[in-house]
């Protein structure tokens, strides 16, 4: 079983539209979650840390459930420029696992 | 923080040959690291370095060689390799005992073996 699974989509959604996804992890012991975003042929850059308390970042707002082990991330308004890969990972000192990332094509 | 620097951005190599990658930041990271990623896969771990000592192999084969030459620099040489090798080869840094480990990533040397 993998460390983090994704539902790897994808969601194709029209501008304007709010679009939810969630990742699940295996291991208790991941003490920091994190969702990445990754373009086509690009390397992965932060998009935001996940807490529990739930926490924003514009039109972001990343969740974490330590009960149910389950991470999600909702993207409101979507733009055209939120069409990309989005990675759910957990962090455990400085072994990271990432999961296999879930597409978001976001249309005009 | 600013960013990671990998150098070459595009590599070719035959089976024979022997090549470095270079990895190189100036943010005081003292955590490095080295991923490989395939098409449409998420990317897996293979080296990491904490204060410039090899902390992490994830079993790696030893056709890929890691050195730390200093804080700010990270290399991966490579030889021998096998096509299925070819992939985008990711360095990355943190700032290791934050609990925290926020991953900034180089652009990638992507890495073809004919």
């Known amino acids: 079983r993998k460390e983090v699974e994704q539902d790897p989509g994808p969601f194709n959604v029209p501008e304007g539209a709010t679009v939810a996804f969630n990742c699940t992890y295996s291991?208790?012991?991941?003490?920091?979650f994190f969702w990445y975003r990754q373009d086509c042929r690009k390397e992965p850059k932060l998009l935001m840390s996940v807490y529990s308390s739930g926490n924003e970042d514009g039109r972001f707002t990343a969740q974490l459930n330590r009960a149910s082990q389950y991470i999600s991330l909702l993207i409101r308004d979507s733009k055209l420029s939120d069409s990309a890969t989005y990675l759910c990972v957990g962090s455990n000192d400085y072994k990271l696992s990432f999961g296999a990332g879930t597409t978001v094509t976001v249309r005009a | 923080d600013t960013e990671v620097t990998q150098t070459p951005k595009h590599l070719v190599m035959g089976m024979t040959n022997k090549k470095s990658l270079k990895c190189e930041q100036h943010?005081?990271?003292?955590?490095m690291y080295w991923y490989k990623q395939k098409a449409k896969k998420p990317p897996e771990l293979m080296f990491v370095?904490?204060?410039?000592?090899?902390?992490i192999n994830e079993s790696v084969p030893s056709r890929f060689s890691p050195e730390c030459p200093n804080s700010s620099l990270l290399n991966l040489h490579l030889h021998a390799l096998q096509p299925e090798d070819s992939a985008l080869y990711l360095c990355?840094?943190?700032?290791?005992?934050?609990?925290?480990?926020?991953?900034?990533f180089g652009s990638g040397t992507q890495l073809s073996v004919l």
């Open positions: 990355a840094s943190s700032r290791p005992g934050t609990g925290s480990e926020k991953l900034f």
């Open positions: 943010m005081g990271h003292r955590a």
């Open positions: 370095y904490s204060y410039e000592k090899l902390s």
């Open positions: 291991n208790s012991a991941s003490q920091s």
